[in-house]
């Protein structure tokens, strides 16, 4: 096999995962470690401020305004950078969009990994994520 089937293989979806007993509590316990204990939590803390800028971002592209950029600060705090009207529903959107965006993509993540999609995902979130 070439190494490039061996790639696609990998990226395709596979049978579904079932959520029940263990998983479910490791998955949980890999959760609460992951918030509980802090110098873990410094790092993910970061993926979360960029999905949420990246929300800001994407909304704002998405109902015409122009994105230019974001700032992710050492505090784990940032902001998302777009250019349009000062008022309007499509700032109202831009400045909300962020604050659900991590909530979202976790639960969109969680709901395309039940059948077996997470491969593909990852896939498609790595270089998102690169990009950004």
């Known amino acids: 096999m070439d190494t490039i089937s061996e790639v696609w293989a990998r990226v395709l979806p596979e049978d579904g995962v079932a959520l029940t007993g263990g998983p479910v509590v490791a998955v949980l316990v ?24 990246l929300g800001h971002a994407s909304v704002g592209v998405l109902v015409g305004r122009r994105f230019t950029g974001f700032v992710l600060r050492g505090d784990m705090s940032g902001h998302a950078v777009t250019v349009g009207p000062a008022g309007g529903p499509g700032r109202i959107l831009t400045t909300w969009a962020g604050y659900p965006a991590p909530a979202v993509v976790g639960a969109v993540a969680v709901v395309l990994a039940l059948p077996g999609w997470s491969a593909p995902v990852l896939t498609v979130v790595l270089p998102v994520l690169l990009a950004a």
């Open 30 to 53: 890999a959760a609460l470690v992951a918030v509980a204990f802090d110098p873990l939590w410094r790092v993910l803390r970061l993926a979360v401020t960029l999905v949420h800028e």
